[in-house]
T-cell receptor, first 113, second 113 residues
Framework: GQQVMQIPQYQHVQEGEDFTTYCNSS?????IQWYKQRPGGHPVFLIQ?????EVKKQKRLTFQFGEAKKNSSLHITATQTTDVGTYFC?????????????FGKGTLLTVNP | NAGVTQTPKFRVLKTGQSMTLLCAQD?????MYWYRQDPGMGLRLIHY???????AKGEVPDGYNVSRLKKQNFLLGLESAAPSQTSVYFC????????????FGPGTRLTVT
């Protein structure tokens, strides 16, 4: 079945350093979503990418969708302690429909102040 | 708007006991989901519903049942709890269409001893 893999599983950085997490799908995706889960919290939607090669920015966060629509990345510039949490990517399960998602296992980011 | 709410927040069960987790959303969303989250496993879909009166199996449905008698509510039942069902359970909803983002509830932490 469809698999969505994320690397790294964990990343520890000093405050001010950059951070990147990568997401790879075993199948071509119609779109990809990113979520953030703070420690003890619930996943919160960040963004959805739809177009091949798409790049979107949210302040210090940059999201990319690969040309082949099978991979994506999230890059955080100059991390802050508020960036701590687990970042998940998710793609539509079994095709184009968005109503079922396959989530990656997430990347846990910790930031040393 | 409260968004997605879940009750209870915490529960401890003995093996063989039963319980029902309640999820409610006030966004008039068609789609609702139950996930479980275990360390290092990401979010795994248990069951989902595409509308009132409908339910379908997800990735890990065994040992769980669900019902969607009203559009705003989605219930998850454990008939005979097992220690393997110790987990954090998240409910989510989705309004459908191209947007696709899922809105998560705060979670229920269940321990089965």
């Amino acid at each position: 079945g469809q698999q969505v893999m994320q690397i790294p599983q964990y990343q520890h950085v000093q405050e001010g350093e950059d951070f990147t997490t990568y997401c790879n799908s075993s199948t071509t995706l119609s779109n990809i979503q990113w979520y953030k889960q703070r420690p003890g919290g619930h996943p919160v939607f960040l963004i959805q990418l739809v177009k091949s090669g798409e790049v979107k920015k949210q302040k210090r966060l940059t999201f990319q969708f690969g040309e082949a629509k099978k991979n994506s990345s999230l890059h955080i510039t100059a991390t802050q302690t508020t960036d701590v949490g687990t970042y998940f990517c998710a793609g539509p399960r079994g095709g184009g429909s968005n109503y079922k998602l396959t989530f990656g296992k997430g990347t846990l980011l910790t930031v040393n102040p | 708007n409260a968004g997605v709410t879940q009750t209870p927040k915490f529960r401890v069960l003995k093996t063989g006991q039963s319980m029902t987790l309640l999820c409610a959303q006030d966004m008039n969303h068609e789609y609702m989901y139950w996930y479980r989250q275990d360390p290092g496993m990401g979010l795994r879909l248990i069951h989902y519903s595409v509308g009132e009166g409908t339910t379908a199996k997800g990735e890990v449905p065994d040992g769980y049942n669900v019902s969607r008698l009203k559009k705003q509510n989605f219930l998850l039942g454990l008939e005979s709890a097992a220690p393997s069902q110790t987990s954090v359970y998240f409910c989510a909803s989705n309004g459908g269409g191209s947007a696709g983002e899922q809105y998560f509830g705060p979670g229920t932490r269940l321990t089965v001893t």
